[in-house]
């Protein structure tokens, strides 16, 4: 453990058999690991009181100003479980990196790199138990953090508490190995520019349930976003970025500029996909084009990918007066391989030539 850290074992754990009941069917987000970390700072102070202690409530002030203006980060992440047993977290910097960029555009203070990496590598060493055996499974990680000063004024808070909690998880969608459907949002944007669209701000998502709202009541998976000004080129997914591949085996996802969240999974995917030998361009991609090129045969596959979804097919699409299948709804092979490749990298079955895996 790092010597930065208290730790208070949990004195109720949940028991062996209720855990492994858990375990074996997680879902996502539903049920959470014994312990919590916390970390406090106040301006002047900087970070201090780090601890890693039984999972219990907040107690915050009326006032307290993540409550009324929403200052708030997070971040997701996962560790896996190796063949043989071991921990394994993918890319763990680059979480910490786009938190604290986002902890800028939020008039956060910065947490240093290694502190994040150390509270995340102290939550998993604790409840190392609750990640789910080799599979679908794994343990999410949500570190994040919030304005903990108590005032009414609209400005930057001078007190934050930052934390990781844990939650093991299995398949994001009930897709049962097949596609997911979509749902084309005309009315909301999730981010304009100059907005807060490339940081994983809690607000983004408060402002994206009401399309996603929308997008369920449709019978949809997902909602997808459309560019702020135009209401024209695909932009990202409610939690996930989108790439689409091409009859050629050329492949597309749309380019980051301040709008969509830089995916880490999008990233990787890229790479992965070079090595494959695709061509994989960022580039912008409107709606009516994927619709011409799905229904001509000159677009063959999309796909999200994130943390929390990996990959996943997209087979419909669907928005008022709008309705499209992707090659007949079917998964498609590219995004199969792909996921495959992710996945056997994240959980230590694979080579790691870009030093991508931590072994914990
Ligand atoms: N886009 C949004 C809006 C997200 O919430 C996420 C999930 O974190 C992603 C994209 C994918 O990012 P990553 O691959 O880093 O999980
Ligand atoms: C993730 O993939 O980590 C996300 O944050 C998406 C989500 C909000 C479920």
Redesign the pocket.
């Known amino acids: 453990m790092d010597e930065r850290f208290t730790v208070e074992p949990n004195k109720s754990p949940v028991p062996a058999a209720a855990l492994e009941a858990i375990l074996a069917n997680p879902g996502?987000?539903k049920v959470f690991t014994d312990h919590m970390v916390v970390v406090h700072y106040e301006a002047g102070r900087g970070w201090h009181g780090a601890t890693v202690k039984p999972r219990g409530p907040f107690a915050i002030d009326p006032a307290c100003a993540v409550l009324h203006y929403a200052q708030e980060i997070?971040?997701?992440?996962k560790a896996y479980r190796t063949e043989d047993g071991g921990v394994t977290l993918f890319r763990p910097a680059e979480n910490a990196r786009r938190f604290n960029a986002s902890a800028q555009r939020m008039a956060m203070p910065e947490i240093p790199e290694d502190l994040f990496l150390a509270a995340v590598r102290a939550l998993v060493e604790v409840d190392r138990a609750w990640i789910p055996a080799i599979g679908e499974g794994s343990l999410?990680l949500r570190p994040f953090m919030f304005a903990s000063g108590v005032y009414l004024g609209v400005k930057p808070s001078n007190e934050y508490i930052f934390s990781v909690i844990a939650s093991p998880a299995g398949a994001?969608f009930n897709a049962g190995g097949g596609s997911i459907t979509i749902w084309a949002s005309d009315q909301y944007s999730r981010a304009a520019p100059g907005g807060t669209g490339a940081a994983?701000c809690g607000g983004n998502?408060a402002g994206s349930l009401v399309a996603q709202a929308e997008a369920t009541e449709a019978g949809c998976d997902q909602v997808l976003f459309l560019d702020a000004a135009e209401h024209r080129w695909v932009e990202e997914l409610?939690?996930?970025n989108i790439f689409f591949v091409f009859e050629d085996g050329s492949i597309v996802t749309p380019p980051l500029g301040g709008t969509i969240l830089p995916g880490i999974?999008r990233d990787a995917l890229i790479t992965l996909a070079r090595g494959q030998g695709h061509v994989v361009r960022e580039a912008p991609y409107a709606l009516d084009q994927w619709r011409a090129d799905a229904q001509s045969g000159r677009l063959v596959e999309a796909f999200a990918c994130?943390?929390?979804?990996v990959v996943a097919p997209i087979g419909h699409v669907k928005g008022r007066n709008l309705a499209f299948s992707i090659s007949e709804g079917r998964p498609g092979p590219v995004a199969a391989a792909l996921r495959a490749a992710l996945v056997d990298v994240q959980h230590g079955s694979a080579a790691d030539p870009h030093g991508w895996v931590e072994r914990l």
């Not at 997070?74 to 992440?77: K, S, V």
């Not at 994130?306 to 979804?309: E, L, P, V």
């Open positions: 996502f987000g997070f971040e997701g992440m999410y994001y994983k998502y409610g939690g996930m999974t994130g943390t929390a979804a």
